[in-house]
Each structure stands twice: as structure tokens, then as C-alpha cells.
């Protein structure tokens, strides 16, 4: 049964287009985090909603928003999609913070930007 | 500065044979330490969690290591399968934050 849903698994948009990648968890977690990786790099960190608390990183540019509109789901949304943004967008959920609070991911939305 | 680095950063092996994939970490202070398998196109799965009273935890055909006091790990593959072909990821927290801090990982690709 799959936990972390993410929709559309692929997703091409325009230069500047704004685009929405969605993501869902059955798992009734408190904490969903969105992640960005790049070709052949580690995952980066971009923001995470503690139950409602929305938690931005530091480097995290404008261009990326966030919407939690119930625990169930979490929406990223990329107001002016620059090549750059191309990449794959992981979302992920953990019962808590901290501690060995397990983070389970879904299978990625693929993005690329024309 | 907290980072994590592994080794090697791909590998190729023919199936059956094992192998040993490495991680050295300065994060400080240590909280756990998360090996994670990523098949292409797929968003990570968590293989083994070890702390810092933790040096060995295995999983099935994965047996993961941890010396704290050099701040190494290792992840090593028994017996492997095609199916094991992916990426490896090290996952490091630091103790009383929730972010965690990823490796490169290890690009494994099995051959029959």
C-alpha cells in the first residue's frame, strides 16, 4: 500500500510557467518535509510543515512555496520555473522531529523545465 | 562544517559477489546515522537507523557498521543481487536538530 503519494510523477513546464507538484501520506504523520535533488546529489532540504508550523531553510530561494492544507496533504508550487529548478522533488513525511524518527519518502516528482 | 562523504562514489560488481560501501561523517554532535537505498527514478527507503551505542545493525543481506570514534560507516552487501542495483545513501543527524545530513551516495550497478 503505498504511504507517500506524490502526483504527477513527471511534470514539464515552461520557462516562467508556475507549476504545482503535489504530494499525499496515509501515514497521518506530523511532519512533511519537501526535498529537491539534483542529478547525482544528495537530496537538499527545502522545507518542512511541523502539523501547520511551516519551517523554511535558510537558502531555500523565493521562487518556492509551500501549502499544507490538512495533514494529508502538502502542495510545492515553483512561482517562475527557471531551468535550474529542474530536478526531481521528494516528498516526505515522519511521525515527529527528531530522535530516530524514521523519514519516508515517496517516489519523487520529476520536473523538467523547457 | 557538518558533512558526509562516501565512498566509492560508484561500483560495479557481478551478482552473488559481496561488497562494502563506505561513509565518513563530521557532523557533530552525533544523534544516528541512516543508510538509505534509492532505486533510479524512486525516492529513498530507509535500510538501517544505528546510534551512537550502536557499531553493527543488519538487515537481511545488508549489515551496516558504525565506529563512532572515528566517525566511519560502512554498509556491506552480502551474496548481491541484481535487484540491489542503486544508490546507496548515508544520512547523518545531528543530535537535537531535525535535519538531516546527506551523502553523495553510491551509485552500485550489479551484473549477472
Not at chain 2, 543481506?61 to 566511519?72: H, V
Request: charged content about 20%; glycine content about 6%.
Amino acid at each position: 500500500d503505498a504511504m507517500v503519494i506524490q502526483n504527477p510523477r513527471y511534470q514539464v513546464t515552461q520557462f516562467g510557467k508556475p507549476v504545482t507538484l503535489s504530494c499525499s501520506q496515509t501515514l497521518n504523520h506530523n511532519v512533511m518535509y519537501w526535498y529537491q535533488q539534483k542529478s547525482s546529489q544528495a537530496p537538499k532540504l527545502l522545507f518542512h510543515y511541523y502539523d501547520k508550523d511551516f519551517n523554511n531553510e535558510a537558502d531555500t530561494p523565493d521562487n518556492f512555496q509551500s501549502r499544507r492544507p490538512n495533514t494529508s496533504f502538502c502542495f510545492l508550487d515553483i512561482r517562475s520555473p527557471g531551468l535550474g529548478d529542474a530536478a526531481m522533488y521528494l516528498c516526505a513525511t515522519s511521525r515527529d522531529r527528531g530522535g530516530e524518527e524514521t523519514q519516508y519518502f515517496g517516489p519523487g516528482t520529476r520536473l523538467l523545465v523547457l | 562544517k557538518n558533512q558526509v562523504e562516501q565512498s566509492p562514489q560508484s561500483l560495479i560488481i557481478l551478482e552473488g559477489k559481496n561488497c562494502t560501501l563506505q561513509c565518513n561523517y563530521t557532523v557533530s554532535p552525533f544523534s544516528n546515522l541512516r543508510w538509505y537505498k534509492q532505486d533510479t527514478g524512486r525516492g529513498p527507503v530507509s535500510l538501517t537507523i544505528m546510534t551512537f551505542s550502536e557499531n553493527t545493525k543488519s538487515n537481511g543481506r545488508y549489515t551496516a557498521t558504525l565506529d563512532a570514534d572515528t566517525k566511519q560507516s560502512s554498509l556491506h552487501i552480502t551474496a548481491s543481487q541484481l535487484s540491489d542495483s542503486a544508490s546507496y545513501i548515508c544520512v547523518v543527524r545531528a543530535y537535537n536538530t531535525d535535519k538531516l545530513i546527506f551523502g553523495t551516495g553510491t551509485r552500485l550497478q550489479v551484473f549477472p
